[in-house]
């Protein structure tokens, strides 16, 4: 019978055979234990009757205890008094206990760390949590020189002045207390054995330069804390660390090095802070940086050389910010990113070259922003993204998808696009996406006109029904109808609601200081109210000077045309770039063609033409 099956039945056997157990138990506790050995001598071992016995473990905890019970066997190895009334330890009566090892005191009335005896030199556990131990004071741990792991979780500790006394300590827990203050080389005499330190749920507001001189330490945490700025090379001397937690601290400001020297780190969680900007300052020396966490901050930009030393990236959460623009710089260089999370910020503004080079990305998380004219407008936003698999635009403001739309996707399996009141799909939008097995679409705001004739059908051929649930708003017959529930004769054309650009803005050059004017129309035959914007370079201008007016076209009847003017006086040579209209009204946004805008010096003025060469032109080309 296996160790692991005689302990499930010592379970239900209770008590009786706990003794017989004792050596079987015991083996998966690092070999100690010697399977085999006559029962008659372990059947000896009594079992006090306030505690139970299993293994080689004495179990006291919850029993109200405010003495030890007495005598404690002499075969126990780990001992649990954990939730009771203890609020003194007579070392005495552990004295005989030389296989102990393991003690956990937590949960008790304990105010000082207690005097275990000689037994002390034996034991590698010790939980103290939830106590009310007011100071670590050298001398009441000096005699723990096998101590691996020391719970001093849940107390009242206030202060760490007085350097901690040199132990084997590989775990050290100090979370929940009231830590205000640490002294610098605090821990200095755990260097060569600390691995996991955490300090979370404190009060500690500045880490003092030289903190952590601990190059064995793997993991350390300190959320829950009051830390707004870290300077600096404040983690020199953690060149093993594999993670840092620093969430919920309200960290406002990281000042270039702040993370310098953990250039093993893998693993960093600033979640639930204040910062407000991803800059390469405090990046710097992040070499093998994975993952990167920075979920609910007020981070508002990302600087263009941020990624310089992060080119291991392999997961980045920007959920939750205030992320209103993904610029073509904001995420260079991230090579191996696998994940990215930018869902719940403000994005509306994608520039067209925003996820170039991102070339292992699998996941794309986008979800409740305010995306409309990247996907209803540009043309392969997302190229480059040859290995995307799950691409989520969920609760955006997607209300038209061209054809064009996810030009690149050639590996997507899931898309995404429920909440967002999609009016119009172009036929094919997703033809292109030879994988895809999950489409997922909510709206009741559908054009079923002729243009949509082909959804219905495509969705059953490729078996989305069960993701999609569309259903018409216009026309007036068909008006609350699931698109399913629409025989193919009955999307007609027979009318355009949607407004149709009719006159496009015209490509222009213009003397520097002159004024000019870009002209667009559109038609409709819905008289629902008309808006209109204009573009330059993919930008709102906010404070466009423009005209618009409504006119019943001449030929066709009941059709109304409106037209917007841009007047651009006095250009400059920054006026220069690619001006675009978008009308818009209740079924949805058309876009023109973008028209370019060169601005030229009068030849008059200077001996030869010439060109303002000192601006760079780019040809933008997505890779
Ligand atoms: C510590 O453990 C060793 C080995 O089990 C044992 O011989 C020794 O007596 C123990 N020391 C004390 C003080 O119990
Ligand atoms: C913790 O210690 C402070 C003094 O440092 C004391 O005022 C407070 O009552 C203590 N709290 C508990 C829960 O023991
Ligand atoms: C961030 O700062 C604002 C005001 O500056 C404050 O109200 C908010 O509580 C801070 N957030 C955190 C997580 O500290
Ligand atoms: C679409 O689905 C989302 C959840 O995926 C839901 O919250 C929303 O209310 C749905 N909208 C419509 C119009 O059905
Ligand atoms: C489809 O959405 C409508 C609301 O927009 C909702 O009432 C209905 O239950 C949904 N149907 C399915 C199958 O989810
Ligand atoms: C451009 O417009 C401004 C403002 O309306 C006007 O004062 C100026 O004379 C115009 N310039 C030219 C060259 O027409």
Redesign the pocket.
Known sequence: MSAPSLRARAAGLGLLLCAVLGRAGRSDSGGRGELGQPSGVAAERPCPTTCRCLGDLLDCSRKRLARLPEPLPSWVARLDLSHNRLSFIKASSM?H????REVKLNNNELETIPNLG??S??ITLLSLAGNRIVEILPEHLKEFQSLETLDLSSNNISELQTAFPALQLKYLYLNSNRVTSMEPGYFDNLANTLLVLKLNRNRISAIPPKMFKLPQLQHLELNRNKIKNVDGLTFQGLGALKSLKMQRNGVTKLMDGAFWGLSNMEILQLDHNNLTEITKGWLYGLLMLQELHLSQNAINRISPDAWEFCQKLSELDLTFNHLSRLDDSSFLGLSLLNTLHIGNNRVSYIADCAFRGLSSLKTLDLKNNEISWTIEDMNGAFSGLDKLRRLILQGNRIRSITKKAFTGLDALEHLDLSDNAIMSLQGNAFSQMKKLQQLHLNTSSLLCDCQLKWLPQWVAENNFQSFVNASCAHPQLLKGRSIFAVSPDGFVCDDFPKPQITVQPETQSAIKGSNLSFICSAASSSDSPMTFAWKKDNELLHDAEMENYAHLRAQGGEVMEYTTILRLREVEFASEGKYQCVISNHFGSSYSVKAKLTVNIPHLTLPFPTFHSTKLRFLVICI
């Open positions: 004295s206990l030389q296989s102990l000689p037994v030199a034996n």
